[in-house]
C-alpha cells in the first residue's frame, strides 16, 4: 500500500492546511492489528514473492508418492472458524491466523455433487476424488449405472478403479489412514464396489438382500477389504467390530468392557487378513491400541492393520482427556514411516472424518478441534516427505450448512456468545440481541439437532456456549444436520499441484493424482498427457480437458506485465453464492443446473481471501473495499482510510491515514479509469476507491451533519457525494445509482421508474455549482488543481 500524499485535480474545496484535532484514544484496541498500514504491504509482498517462486519452479514433474488428506465435511466456513480457533487457542484474536495447509502454493475449487444429488453424501463424493468418476449418493466405487441398494445392479463391469489401488499395481506401496470406521464412505471407497455404503458387515448387507443366492454379487465392505486392500500396507483407523462375528467377544480399550462383534457369518475376517498376508510371504502387523502403534518398529517385509476403536474413533477433543487412542497425527506419521521404506513411492490416503460427525450433531467445538487435529497431521507428513517428490492434496468432499457472522468483533471468542451489537441490543450481562431479545453465538447452523421444534429459539442467556458439548442453535429441526452443496476448496503442493487452478468437477482430484503418479489409464500416455485411447468415460475427458488447460497455462503464464485491470466484484458473492448461481443458471436453461459453468469459472487461476476488517470479525463492504481497492485492511465502516481512522470520527480523519486505490494511482500514470455499478455510486465498493472517510454512511451532507454536529469540524470530512468530485475529477467513466445524494432538497429531478418528481438529499446547495464545475472541468483539455471553487478558468 502507499500512503496518499498528495490528492488529484480539486474543483470543490481543498482539505484546511491548519492543525488538526488530535486522534482520540482507541478504546477497544484489537489483539494482532498493525496500526502501520506498510504492514499490509509486507504480507502482500511476501505473497506475490511466493507466487512469482512458485511460477519460475514449476515444472512438469511426475510425483514419487502422493498423499490425499481428506477433511470430512470441511467446507470453507470450517476452514474459517478452525483458523479463528487456532489462533485463539495461541492467544491471539484469531483471524489472521494460518493452517498449515493454507500455505500451499496452489489453490482450486471442487464441485460436490452426486449424479443424483444436489446436496452430496460421503460416498458418492469419495468415488469422485478416489476415483475419478462421479457416481449416485450412497454408492461406492461403481459407476452410475449401479443403483443405491441394488445388488443385481453391482455388476463387475461397473467397478471403477482408485488411484491407490492402481498405484500398489505398478509396485508403490499404499495405506489409508481415518479417525472414521475403515469400512466408511471415504476409506470404504479406496478399496470396495459396493451399491450401499451401509452394507459394512454382512449383517447389515443381509438385511437390504434377503434373497440369500444374491448375495455372492454384493459382498459386504468388511469382506472386501481382506480381499481387494490385501496388499495395502499400512490400514490405519476405527470400526472393529465390522471384522469380528457376533460369537467372538473383544476388548474396549476406552471402557474395558468385553463387547461382541457385528457379523453373521462367524467369520473372524481379522484372523483372515493375517492368514491372507502370510500367504503372500508378508509379516502380518494387527495392532489394537495406541502403545502398540508407538512400538511397532518399521519392517519393509510386513503389512500393518490397525483398528484402534470399536466403532469410529472419538473426538479430539474427548481423546486429549485421556489419550487412549492414538491421533491422527500419530497415525500419519507412522504410516509415513513404514511407506517411505519403499523406493518406487507410495500413496496414501489421510481422513480427518469425524470433522463431518461434529458438525452432524451440531458439535461444532468437536468439530472444530477435529479439524486441528486433521491440520497436525498435514503438519507431519511435510515434515516426513520432500515437495519436489510428494503431491500433497488437501480437499474436502463436501461442506456444512454451518456459518460464521453475526457481527463479532475481532477477537471474538468463537464459542462464546456475540458482545457486539449493530442495533444496540443488549441484555443485562452485556450480550447482543437478536430481535428476538434473545443472545447468539457467531456460530449457527442451516439445519440440524439445535433447532428447536414447535416453540421459538431456545434463551441462551444462562447458558455456557464454550462448553464442549454444547449444541450450536439451528433454523430446521432435522435429527442430524445435513450437508452443504457447496463447493469445497482444494489446496495443493509438489509435482502436479499446479493442475488445480480452477474450478473443478469432484472427480478431477483423482486424475491429477494418477496423471501425477503416471497409474491407471495415464501409464501409457507420452508424457501422462496424450490419450491413446478413445473409450473415454464422461468424467475422464472432462479431466482431461482440464489436464490440458493447466499445462497449457503453465506454458503460457510469464511475469508480463498487465497493461489493462478489471476487478469484478460481486458485493457478498460467497461460494455457496456461487454454486447457486450457477445451478440457477443450468436450470434456467432447462438443464439440472449442477454441471454448470459460470464465466468467470473458466478463469485460469483460483485463490481465497481472507475477508476480516481490523476490528471486527465479520466484516462489512467498507473495511473490505478498502483492503482490495487499497491494499490496507481497516475498519468496519470506515474507507479510504488507514486503521488509525475510527470510525464516525471526522477528527481523526487526518490526511495523512488516507490511502490510495489502485484506480487512483493508474489515473496518475496516464490509464483511464472507471466505476461501474448497481448500488449509488456513494456506496461501500465504489466509494472506497476514491474517497477517504471514518464513515460509509457519510453519502451526503446531511448523512454526515448528523454525526458531525460541530460545523467546524466538517471541512474535516467532506462527504462522499462531495469527495467524489473533488478526488474522482479525473475518472473516465462512472456509471452507478444515487443521483439523490448529488441534488439539494430544494431541487427536483424526475424518477425514471415511477415518473414522480423527486427532491434531492444534499442540505447544502454548492452542489449546483459543483454540477456545473464537473460539466467544465471534464470539457477541459487539461485537468489541474484548480484553487478556489469561485475562480474556476481552465487555464489555471
Not at 451526503?700 to 458531525?708: F, Q
Request: aromatic residues 8%; glycine residues 8%; proline residues 5%.
Amino acid at each position: 500500500s502507499i500512503l496518499l500524499g498528495s490528492l488529484l485535480a480539486t474543483v470543490c474545496k481543498s482539505f484546511p492546511d491548519g492543525d488538526f484535532i488530535k486522534l482520540l484514544p482507541e478504546t477497544r484496541p484489537q489483539p494482532g492489528q498493525s496500526s502501520d498500514p506498510s504492514h499490509w504491504a509486507k504480507i502482500a509482498k511476501q505473497d506475490l514473492q511466493t507466487a512469482t517462486d512458485v511460477l519460475r519452479q514449476t515444472k512438469e514433474n511426475r510425483a514419487k508418492n502422493a498423499i490425499l488428506f481428506l477433511g470430512d465435511g470441511m467446507g470453507v466456513p470450517s476452514i474459517t472458524v478452525g483458523r479463528i480457533l487456532k489462533g485463539q487457542l495461541a492467544g491471539n484474536s484469531g483471524e489472521e491466523e494460518i493452517l498449515e495447509f493454507e500455505r500451499f502454493p496452489h489453490t482450486g475449487l471442487s464441485k460436490t455433487y452426486n449424479t443424483d444429488m444436489q446436496t452430496p453424501d460421503s460416498a458418492g463424493t469419495a468415488t469422485a476424488f478416489l476415483c475419478g468418476v462421479k457416481a449416485k449418493s450412497g454408492t461406492m466405487g461403481v459407476n452410475e449405472q449401479v443403483i443405491s441398494r441394488n445388488c443385481t445392479s453391482q455388476l463387475k463391469e461397473r467397478n471403477v478403479m482408485s488411484f491407490l489401488n492402481e498405484a500398489q499395481q505398478l509396485g508403490k506401496s499404499v495405506g489409508i489412514v481415518t479417525t472414521t470406521r475403515i469400512t466408511h464412505a471415504t476409506p470404504g471407497a479406496a478399496y470396495s464396489h459396493t451399491a450401499s455404503r451401509d452394507w459394512e458387515d454382512d449383517t447389515e448387507r443381509n438385511s437390504d438382500v434377503p434373497n440369500v443366492n444374491e448375495r455372492s454379487m454384493c459382498p459386504d465392505i468388511a469382506e472386501q477389504l481382506v480381499e481387494y486392500a490385501i496388499n495395502y500396507t499400512v490400514i490405519f483407523g476405527g470400526g472393529r467390530l465390522k471384522f469380528l462375528p457376533k460369537n467372538e467377544i473383544t476388548i474396549d480399550p476406552i471402557t474395558g468392557r468385553n463387547v461382541s462383534g457385528s457379523r453373521s457369518d462367524s467369520v473372524n475376517l481379522i484372523n483372515k487378513w493375517k492368514q491372507r498376508q502370510e500367504g503372500y510371504g508378508r509379516r502380518p502387523v494387527y495392532l489394537e491400541t495406541r502403545k502398540e502403534l508407538q512400538d511397532t518398529p518399521t519392517d519393509p517385509n510386513a503389512a500393518y492393520f490397525g483398528l484402534f476403536a470399536m466403532s469410529h474413533l472419538r473426538y479430539d477433543l474427548d481423546n486429549q482427556k485421556d489419550g487412549k487412542e492414538p491421533t491422527l497425527e500419530e497415525m500419519t506419521r507412522k504410516a509415513i514411516e513404514i511407506l517411505s521404506q519403499n523406493p518406487n513411492g507410495f500413496a496414501l490416503l489421510v481422513e480427518g472424518g469425524r470433522i463431518d460427525h461434529g458438525h452432524h450433531e451440531n458439535l461444532a467445538q468437536k468439530s472444530m478441534h477435529d479439524l486441528l487435529a486433521f491440520e497436525k497431521a498435514i503438519k507431519a507428513a511435510g515434515e516426513l516427505t520432500k515437495p519436489d517428490d510428494t503431491l500433497t492434496i488437501v480437499t474436502a468432499d463436501h461442506s456444512h450448512v454451518f456459518s460464521i457472522g453475526g457481527w463479532g468483533r475481532r477477537g471474538q471468542p468463537i464459542f462464546g456468545k456475540v458482545k457486539f451489537s449493530y442495533f444496540n441490543r443488549f441484555n443485562s450481562k452485556g450480550e447482543a440481541l437478536g430481535f428476538d431479545d434473545l443472545p447468539y453465538t457467531p456460530l449457527f447452523y442451516g439445519d440440524g439437532p439445535g433447532a428447536p421444534v414447535g416453540r421459538p429459539r431456545a434463551n441462551i442467556t444462562d447458558v455456557d456456549t464454550e462448553q464442549e458439548n454444547y449444541k450450536q442453535q439451528a433454523v430446521v429441526n432435522f435429527p442430524i444436520e445435513s450437508h452443504a452443496a457447496e463447493d469445497v476448496p482444494i489446496y495443493a503442493r509438489g509435482p502436479g499441484s499446479h493442475l488445480f487452478h480452477a474450478t473443478h468437477e469432484q472427480s478431477y482430484i483423482a486424475h491429477v493424482i494418477k496423471y501425477s503418479l503416471c497409474v491407471g489409464s495415464y501409464r501409457a500416455e507420452n508424457y501422462c498427457l496424450s490419450s491413446s485411447s478413445s473409450d473415454l468415460s464422461h468424467w475422464a475427458k472432462i479431466a482431461k480437458q482440464d489436464l490440458q488447460t493447466a499445462t497449457d497455462v503453465l506454458r503460457q503464464t510469464k511475469e508480463n506485465r498487465a497493461k489493462n485491470a478489471i476487478l469484478f466484484l460481486g458485493d457478498g458473492m460467497g461460494v455457496p453464492s456461487i454454486t447457486v448461481g450457477r445451478i440457477l443458471k443450468g436450470q434456467l436453461a432447462g438443464n439440472s443446473g449442477e454441471e454448470e459453468i459460470l464465466e468467470f469459472e473458466r478463469f485460469p487461476h483460483t485463490g481465497l481471501s481472507k475477508t476480516y476488517n481490523t476490528d471486527m470479525q465479520t466484516p462489512d463492504s467498507a473495511g473490505t473495499a478498502t483492503a482490495f481497492l487499497c491494499g490496507v485492511k481497516a475498519k468496519s465502516g470506515t474507507m479510504g482510510v488507514n486503521e488509525q481512522v475510527i470510525s464516525r470520527n471526522c477528527t481523526s480523519q487526518l490526511k495523512e491515514r488516507s490511502v490510495m486505490s489502485f484506480l487512483n494511482e493508474a489515473q496518475q500514470l496516464g490509464k483511464s479509469v472507471g466505476i461501474v455499478t448497481t448500488t449509488r455510486i456513494t456506496h461501500a465498493t465504489p466509494g472506497a476507491a476514491y474517497s477517504h472517510t471514518a464513515s460509509r454512511d457519510w453519502e451526503d451532507d446531511t448523512e454526515r451533519n448528523s454525526d458531525v454536529p460541530n460545523v467546524n469540524e466538517r471541512s474535516m470530512c467532506p462527504d462522499i457525494a462531495e469527495q467524489l468530485v473533488e478526488y474522482a475529477i479525473n475518472y473516465t467513466v462512472i456509471f452507478g445509482g444515487g443521483r439523490l445524494k448529488f441534488l439539494p432538497k430544494n431541487e427536483i429531478t424526475i424518477d425514471p421508474i415511477s415518473g414522480r418528481n423527486v427532491s434531492g438529499s444534499r442540505s447544502d446547495s454548492a452542489m449546483d455549482v459543483v454540477r456545473s464545475t464537473w460539466r467544465l472541468a471534464r470539457s477541459c483539455k487539461t485537468l489541474r488543481r484548480i484553487p478556489k471553487l469561485h475562480t474556476l478558468d481552465c487555464s489555471q
